[in-house]
């Protein structure tokens, strides 16, 4: 059996500028945008408006939506002058493993309509990183292929999210199937007993579950 691949460091801080103005002095390009608001701008211009709106948008008018982005951006990051922060350590603890930063890729459902590969592309970035990746019970692609595309990225973390459904025996197997492939923590999902009322979704007339299924039918 091959040896798991380990996560290739990625340049941050002082690195990552050094990197990016010394790309701009040989006449390089950025492949992706570096402000987030250019990011979202990019995936709206590539995506279908169905697509990108339900990436983007929540539930209702979005005001629990807008009220959680105004709460993160309460937080301040507080200054440490006169020290040594040339190594800098940015990783915690949690449920008895070290993560390199407290940051976590919460469940997306239905990935495929975002892209051909869904879960699997996000898994093995979340892998390279050695963040834990949350898979979605609504996932396009299977608890064991996302295992799978994990495991062979590095040291992936694979928990699991849960919408308890009216079925035990469904459920129970869901539960199995996931220990089984190696997630180790569950996320479970308990306010949504009906389809939440997505203003944008409808707005489009769609729904991600639907889109999906159009876009896996063949041709003709």
Do not use: C
Not at 36 to 62: N, R, W
Not at 122 to 130: E, F, N, P, V
Request: net charge neutral.
């Amino acid at each position: 059996m091959s040896e798991p691949v380990r996560p290739v460091p990625i340049p941050t801080g002082p690195d990552r500028e050094q990197q990016i103005y010394t790309l701009g002095l040989t006449g390089g390009s950025l492949s992706s945008p570096v402000p987030l608001f250019l990011l979202e701008q990019k995936a709206k211009e590539t995506l279908s408006p169905p697509a990108y709106d339900y990436v983007a948008g929540g539930a209702g008018g979005e005001d629990t939506m807008r009220a959680n982005r105004e709460a993160f951006y309460r937080w301040r990051i507080v200054p440490r002058m006169l020290r040594d922060v040339s190594q800098r350590d940015l990783s915690v603890e949690l449920f008895g493993l070290r993560l390199p930063s407290p940051v976590i890729l919460g469940p997306v459902g239905v990935q495929g309509i975002l892209h051909a590969e869904g879960e699997l592309a996000s898994a093995r970035a979340a892998a390279s990183l050695g963040l834990p990746f949350t898979l979605s019970t609504a996932a396009s692609r299977t608890i064991e292929e996302v295992a799978q595309a994990g495991g062979g990225a590095g040291n992936g973390v694979r928990w699991f999210q849960l919408y308890w459904g009216k079925n035990p025996d469904l459920t129970a197997s869901m539960l199995q199937r996931a220990e089984r492939a190696g997630y180790k923590a569950l996320v479970v999902t308990l306010d949504t007993s009906m389809l939440a009322w997505r203003e944008r979704d409808l707005h489009l007339l769609a729904i991600a579950f639907t889109l999906y299924y159009t876009l896996q039918k063949p041709a003709g």
